[in-house]
Every structure is written in structure tokens, then in C-alpha cells.
């Protein structure tokens, strides 16, 4: 189980860079972003794992050990062909994109701010 940890880890970056070149796909629902996502969150230089959870309801939940109290929440919707996020704890919004292709998927986050960034692969 660390083995697995510790290889999401250090993996988790490149997966995103590998997807990064995939065009980003229009948000027509939140279908396409529903389920559980793992990688790494970015903010201030520093890197932290990352665990978020999307329902089909729109709420989101997410498990960033190492930031505050570790445990985030909110909403996310559909504006304008994107998928758009609110915070609860600090009010924050941002922006999820959705990149596929050659068999990947990979689902990156970007604060209004652009203070935290992430990248993250469906759970397996």
C-alpha cells in the first residue's frame, strides 16, 4: 500500500504532462468529471497528495494531508463549456479541465488566484 502511495507520487506529475498536450474538452456536463481523482496539488512551491471526490449532485469533497485540516468541499457546475468550482472553507473558485486521449484521462485544477494548480488521474 505505501509502495502504491509513493508511486502515485511520484508518478502523478508526469501523468499530467503526458495529458497536458490533449486538447481540453468541453464541459457540457458533470458527468464527465464524476467519480474519484488522485494525484498531486501544487500551491506555493510546495506538493501535496491529492484525493477528490465529485458526485453527481455537483458537490465535491477532496483530502490534501499536509494543508489545515486536510479536508475540503464544495460545488462545481457547468458555466460556459467549463467546469467552474467554489470552495466552502475559503470561498475560493477555480476551474477543473478535463484532457483525454490516447487512453488518458486526466482532470487539472486551477484556482481564480493561479496560487494552486493540480493534476490528477481517475482512481483505479
Known sequence: ????I?????????AGSVASAQPPQF?????????????TLTTRGQHYPITLTIQANGSWE????GIGTGHFSGTVRVVD?????????????GTYTLREGDGTR???????????????????
Request: proline share 6%; charged share 15%.
Open 62 to 65: 477532496s483530502v490534501v494531508p
Open 27 to 39: 464541459a457540457t456536463e458533470l458527468v464527465q468529471i464524476v467519480g474519484t481523482w488522485q494525484g
Open 81 to 93: 463549456g467549463e467546469f467552474r468550482y467554489h470552495t466552502n472553507e475559503n470561498g475560493i473558485d
Open 1 to 4: 500500500m505505501i509502495r502504491a
Open 6 to 14: 509513493v508511486l502515485a507520487w511520484i508518478i502523478g506529475p508526469f
Open 106 to 124: 486526466v482532470l487539472e485544477l486551477l484556482n481564480d488566484p493561479h496560487t494552486t494548480s493540480a493534476s490528477m488521474a481517475p482512481k483505479r
